[in-house]
């Protein structure tokens, strides 16, 4: 297919770029209809909305609030009225609203703070939060804000009015799309490899957005879908092209043609991208067996722009790559192709460097990433789920000051009152259970709602003394459930924003371990057929794990503990919202399994090759860590840039994914990993022959192959007396010795077919041994090279047997 797409490339431009418009204009056309509702079956506050929805069914559009305080005086003053009932008035008359209920009507004398500085209104909207217009919301704030005057204050607060606060769409988007080009123009050194992972994220996100936009009006799917799906589409769109254009760049520079380079890009590392884009939709995936419906839009949206994206990769990148030929390379680094010819394999500079510390020091090096990450890991001892509101929004927010204003003027529970409702209740027991609620320890106001008589319901409202994200309304909550309305004998629901939250965290919590364990195992299965290994994928899980931890510590002390949260522009401290370890781990398991795959199938590689562990860790490392820095730094900026979504779980989301990619490729990934296998040995890859006769087998990422050495037509054909048979293949293995008789080590063998094609290629140990494999008996061409010696190269002919070669090298020339 990859070649196809290479010599079609306009076709394939022409195809993505008419979908991309023409899901455009299909979203346009349809508009949205995303679902905000966070509730839970069989729970009792989801029994209490749905008793609400029964008897105020008209009652459907956001009511959001206008508040005013003033400095002296009282609200009630005849120079403050003056200046609030024409600005209502105003209000009430605009087309979309609803109504508005003032506090200067009889009915509307509950509405002043008892103080009489503090008053507010509510207008109801004529249709919910996201579907008002924002102009409408505009017009509402600057009439309700033309109202000032020294002395008395104004704001607004509600969902409505949250909308218009939020940066323009897409500004996220675009910072982390900038930031990544930076990052891929310093990686690469040319504008054109720079381009090419940036625009396979475009045309992933965009037609994964769209799609999730049409996919609204068929299934329920949260207004934070889309945006989640952009954060973790814009991650894994670049990080795969990255990965891709990687290996065709090294392709070229080792002398093979575009088309040549391009195809075997993706049939290497393309290959590994469909395997770790497989790994993230099922991580993903696992958030189906937490059994919410909120979720479920979640997993649509997530999944279906990964999904595009890895699409993207192996389809318009090989196109894209034919359209650019050899200018993904710099004019530096073609010209010095020109002039030297095909560059060394060799992995050298840092990486290489670092891959060697490793190997020398790998307990000292375990030691202290181990501590850096239980360090980091402490504050999530702490961890506690809920859910944000305005009062975390940044302090010069209208959205902010009108929450705090109500909370001064009102108490702090008056921003989450509780509703305890009830069906055909007596009144006589109605009036029993308010006079017990009021009673109750935590309550500050408690009172019987005026609805319907007809509608057969009872609501209590109930003010607790305390915040809505207050432990203490927590308790309160449980108190009414477990204490006060059981006493009273009649059959009442807690419900309201604040219980059912409280009713998310807590089913988020319980099925929380059955989550976890779904996607390790998940994980697991999947590492263990492709690597073929028990303890692999159990350093990878124990990995995950601890990176879960570190990063959710980090969490808690930005945003629960409020470490450099105002500093950062990022709202006042409070719990973590209930949804987000869920979406949060299943990105960062998927998320994970990608840079193990990576780093693991180069180390599995030259494991299968060598049988020496000490060498796959230390070449595997060194050949994979520069590209999974480079793909982890991307996603940092792309992660980080969404702190500017203006959404706090978006801006939690960003923050947590970058602090949890930061800790998994430079500390994890780079050195506790290989440090671990280092001290582990050939136990990594060790694997019951019962189990290895029954698991199927997976390629993930099949050897690379390269130019053929360039070899004289005369030299000689060289047979060698077989070895002892070995089943199942065929072989050629010895030693690479001087003319002394001295052991060459690090000697590169390479093993090539009549038809110059690589068959197979490793580095002779420590002792000079090497063993070469080959598919089939034949004719081969044996080629060694190493440091000084001069370059070696033999004719040879393998059988159904194992042949025996020794390579002798000498300064001057080839011995024998």
């Given at each position: 297919?990859?070649?196809?797409?290479?010599?079609?490339?306009?076709?394939?431009?022409?195809?993505?770029?008419?979908?991309?418009?023409?899901?455009?204009?299909?979203?346009?056309?349809?508009?949205?209809?995303?679902?905000?509702?966070?509730?839970?079956?069989?729970?009792?506050?989801?029994?209490?909305?749905?008793?609400?929805?029964?008897?105020?069914?008209?009652?459907?559009?956001?009511?959001?609030?206008?508040?005013?305080?003033v400095?002296?005086?009282?609200?009630?003053?005849?120079?403050?009225?003056?200046?609030?009932?024409?600005?209502?008035?105003?209000?009430?008359?605009?087309?979309?609203?609803?109504?508005?209920?003032?506090?200067?009507?009889?009915?509307?004398?509950?509405?002043?703070?008892?103080?009489?500085?503090?008053?507010?209104?509510?207008?109801?909207?004529?249709?919910?939060?996201?579907?008002?217009?924002?102009?409408?919301?505009?017009?509402?704030?600057?009439?309700?804000?033309?109202?000032?005057?020294?002395?008395?204050?104004?704001?607004?607060?509600?969902?409505?009015?949250?909308?218009?606060?939020?940066?323009?769409?897409?500004?996220?988007e675009?910072?982390?799309?900038?930031?990544?080009?930076?990052?891929?123009?310093?990686?690469?050194?040319?504008?054109?490899a720079?381009?090419?992972?940036?625009?396979?994220?475009?045309?992933?996100?965009?037609?994964?957005?769209?799609?999730?936009?049409l996919?609204?009006?068929?299934?329920?799917?949260?207004?934070?879908?889309?945006?989640?799906?952009?954060?973790?589409?814009?991650?894994?769109?670049?990080?795969?092209?990255?990965?891709?254009?990687?290996r065709?760049?090294?392709?070229?520079?080792?002398?093979?043609?575009?088309?040549?380079?391009?195809?075997?890009?993706?049939?290497?590392?393309?290959?590994?991208?469909?395997?770790?884009?497989?790994?993230?939709?099922?991580?993903?995936?696992?958030?189906?067996?937490?059994?919410?419906?909120?979720?479920?839009?979640?997993?649509?949206?997530?999944?279906?722009?990964?999904?595009?994206?890895?699409?993207?990769?192996?389809?318009?990148?090989?196109?894209?790559?034919?359209?650019?030929?050899?200018?993904?390379?710099?004019?530096?680094?073609?010209?010095?192709?020109?002039?030297?010819?095909?560059?060394?394999?060799?992995?050298?500079?840092?990486?290489?460097?670092?891959?060697?510390?490793?190997?020398?020091?790998?307990?000292?090096?375990?030691?202290?990433?181990?501590?850096?990450?239980?360090?980091?890991a402490?504050?999530?001892?702490?961890?506690?789920?809920?859910?944000?509101?305005?009062?975390?929004?940044?302090?010069?927010?209208?959205?902010?000051?009108?929450?705090?204003?109500?909370?001064?003027?009102?108490?702090?529970?008056?921003?989450?009152?509780?509703?305890?409702?009830?069906?055909?209740?007596?009144?006589a027991?109605?009036?029993?259970?308010?006079?017990?609620?009021?009673?109750?320890?935590?309550?500050?106001?408690?009172?019987?709602?005026?609805?319907?008589?007809?509608?057969?319901?009872?609501?209590?409202?109930?003010?607790?003394?305390?915040?809505?994200?207050?432990e203490?309304?927590?308790?309160?909550?449980?108190?009414?459930?477990?204490?006060?309305?059981?006493?009273?004998?009649?059959?009442?629901?807690?419900?309201?924003?604040?219980?059912?939250?409280?009713?998310?965290?807590?089913?988020?919590?319980?099925?929380?371990?059955?989550?976890?364990?779904?996607?390790?195992?998940?994980?697991?299965?999947?590492?263990?057929?492709?690597?073929?290994?028990?303890?692999?994928?159990?350093?990878?899980?124990?990995?995950?794990?601890?990176?879960?931890?570190?990063?959710?510590?980090?969490?808690?002390a930005?945003?629960?503990?409020?470490?450099?949260a105002?500093?950062?522009g990022l709202?006042?401290?409070g719990?973590?919202?209930?949804?987000?370890?869920?979406?949060?781990?299943?990105?960062?398991?998927?998320?994970?399994?990608?840079?193990?795959?990576?780093?693991?199938?180069?180390?599995?590689?030259?494991?299968?090759?060598?049988?020496?562990?000490?060498?796959?860790?230390?070449?595997?490392?060194?050949?994979?860590?520069?590209?999974?820095?480079?793909?982890?730094?991307?996603m940092?900026?792309?992660?980080?840039?969404?702190?500017?979504s203006?959404?706090m779980?978006?801006?939690?989301?960003?923050?947590?994914?970058?602090?949890a990619?930061?800790?998994?490729a430079?500390?994890?990934?780079?050195?506790?990993?290989?440090?671990?296998?280092?001290?582990?040995?050939?136990?990594?890859?060790?694997?019951?022959?019962?189990?290895?006769?029954?698991?199927?087998?997976?390629?993930?990422?099949?050897?690379?192959?390269?130019?053929?050495?360039?070899?004289?037509?005369?030299?000689?054909?060289?047979?060698?007396?077989?070895?002892?048979?070995?089943?199942?293949?065929?072989?050629?293995?010895?030693?690479?010795?001087?003319?002394?008789?001295?052991?060459?080590?690090?000697?590169?063998?390479?093993?090539?077919?009549?038809?110059?094609?690589?068959?197979?290629?490793?580095?002779?140990?420590?002792?000079?041994s090497?063993?070469?494999?080959?598919?089939?008996?034949?004719?081969?061409?044996?080629?060694?090279?190493?440091?000084?010696?001069?370059?070696?190269?033999?004719?040879?002919?393998?059988?159904?047997?194992?042949?025996?070669?020794?390579?002798?090298?000498?300064?001057?020339?080839?011995?024998?």
């Amino acid at each position: 297919m990859a070649r196809w797409c290479y010599r079609h490339r306009l076709v394939v431009l022409v195809l993505w770029v008419g979908a991309l418009f023409g899901l455009g204009a299909a979203g346009s056309a349809a508009g949205t209809n995303y679902s905000n509702s966070f509730s839970l079956p069989n729970t009792d506050s989801t029994h209490a909305y749905d008793l609400m929805v029964k008897a105020l069914p008209e009652r459907s559009g956001d009511t959001d609030t206008v508040v005013w305080r003033v400095s002296e005086g009282s609200v009630r003053d005849a120079a403050v009225r003056e200046r609030i009932e024409p600005a209502l008035k105003e209000i009430a008359g605009m087309k979309g609203v609803g109504e508005v209920v003032g506090p200067y009507a009889p009915a509307g004398a509950a509405q002043i703070s008892e103080d009489g500085r503090t008053a507010y209104a509510q207008v109801t909207f004529a249709e919910q939060a996201n579907a008002v217009p924002k102009e409408l919301v505009e017009d509402v704030v600057d009439t309700a804000q033309d109202a000032r005057a020294d002395g008395l204050q104004v704001e607004l607060g509600g969902q409505a009015i949250t909308r218009i606060q939020e940066p323009p769409t897409g500004t996220a988007e675009l910072v982390g799309i900038a930031a990544a080009a930076v990052v891929l123009f310093l990686a690469f050194g040319s504008v054109f490899a720079m381009v090419l992972p940036l625009v396979i994220a475009i045309f992933g996100v965009g037609t994964g957005m769209l799609s999730t936009t049409l996919l609204s009006h068929a299934t329920d799917v949260p207004e934070v879908a889309p945006l989640l799906g952009s954060l973790i589409g814009l991650g894994v769109g670049i990080d795969y092209a990255l990965f891709i254009v990687t290996r065709h760049r090294k392709g070229i520079l080792r002398g093979l043609e575009p088309e040549e380079s391009a195809v075997t890009a993706l049939n290497t590392s393309g290959r590994a991208v469909l395997f770790a884009g497989g790994t993230v939709c099922i991580a993903l995936a696992g958030m189906l067996v937490m059994n919410m419906r909120f979720l479920d839009g979640v997993v649509i949206a997530t999944s279906l722009t990964v999904v595009l994206s890895v699409l993207a990769a192996i389809t318009l990148l090989p196109a894209l790559l034919g359209v650019l030929g050899k200018r993904v390379l710099s004019r530096r680094q073609r010209r010095r192709l020109a002039a030297d010819g095909p560059e060394s394999a060799e992995a050298a500079g840092a990486a290489a460097r670092w891959s060697a510390t490793v190997q020398k020091r790998p307990k000292s090096i375990a030691v202290v990433a181990l501590v850096v990450m239980a360090a980091l890991a402490i504050p999530v001892l702490s961890l506690r789920l809920g859910a944000t509101d305005q009062g975390n929004h940044k302090e010069d927010t209208t959205t902010r000051q009108a929450y705090d204003l109500l909370a001064e003027g009102f108490g702090p529970g008056f921003n989450g009152p509780l509703q305890l409702v009830a069906e055909n209740a007596e009144p006589a027991a109605v009036e029993e259970l308010v006079r017990q609620v009021r009673a109750t320890d935590g309550v500050a106001q408690a009172a019987a709602l005026p609805l319907p008589p007809d509608s057969g319901i009872t609501v209590i409202q109930v003010v607790p003394t305390t915040s809505p994200q207050s432990e203490a309304t927590d308790r309160l909550i449980d108190v009414l459930r477990d204490d006060v309305i059981p006493e009273s004998g009649q059959t009442v629901h807690v419900g309201g924003v604040t219980a059912i939250f409280k009713d998310f965290a807590e089913v988020t919590g319980d099925r929380l371990p059955l989550f976890i364990g779904t996607i390790i195992a998940l994980g697991f299965l999947l590492l263990l057929i492709a690597f073929r290994s028990l303890v692999v994928p159990l350093t990878a899980a124990l990995m995950n794990l601890i990176a879960a931890a570190a990063s959710f510590g980090v969490l808690v002390a930005i945003f629960q503990w409020g470490w450099g949260a105002e500093a950062l522009g990022l709202g006042k401290e409070g719990p973590i919202t209930a949804f987000l370890p869920v979406i949060m781990l299943s990105l960062l398991f998927g998320l994970s399994m990608d840079y193990q795959v990576f780093l693991v199938s180069r180390m599995h590689e030259e494991w299968v090759h060598t049988k020496d562990n000490a060498r796959a860790v230390r070449v595997g490392l060194a050949e994979t860590s520069r590209v999974i820095n480079c793909a982890a730094l991307i996603m940092i900026c792309v992660f980080s840039a969404f702190v500017l979504s203006g959404d706090m779980e978006g801006a939690m989301a960003g923050i947590g994914l970058a602090a949890a990619v930061a800790l998994d490729a430079f500390i994890l990934r780079t050195a506790l990993v290989p440090a671990a296998m280092h001290l582990l040995g050939k136990s990594n890859w060790w694997l019951p022959a019962g189990l290895e006769k029954r698991l199927p087998h997976l390629a993930v990422e099949p050897r690379e192959e390269a130019p053929a050495p360039v070899v004289a037509a005369d030299m000689p054909v060289q047979r060698t007396q077989p070895a002892a048979r070995v089943p199942g293949g065929s072989v050629v293995h010895g030693f690479v010795r001087t003319q002394q008789g001295e052991p060459v080590a690090d000697a590169i063998l390479t093993l090539v077919s009549p038809d110059g094609r690589q068959v197979d290629r490793v580095e002779s140990l420590a002792d000079g041994s090497y063993i070469l494999s080959a598919p089939a008996g034949g004719a081969y061409l044996l080629a060694a090279s190493a440091g000084v010696h001069e370059p070696w190269a033999r004719h040879i002919v393998i059988g159904g047997d194992p042949l025996v070669h020794d390579v002798v090298l000498s300064d001057l020339g080839v011995s024998r």
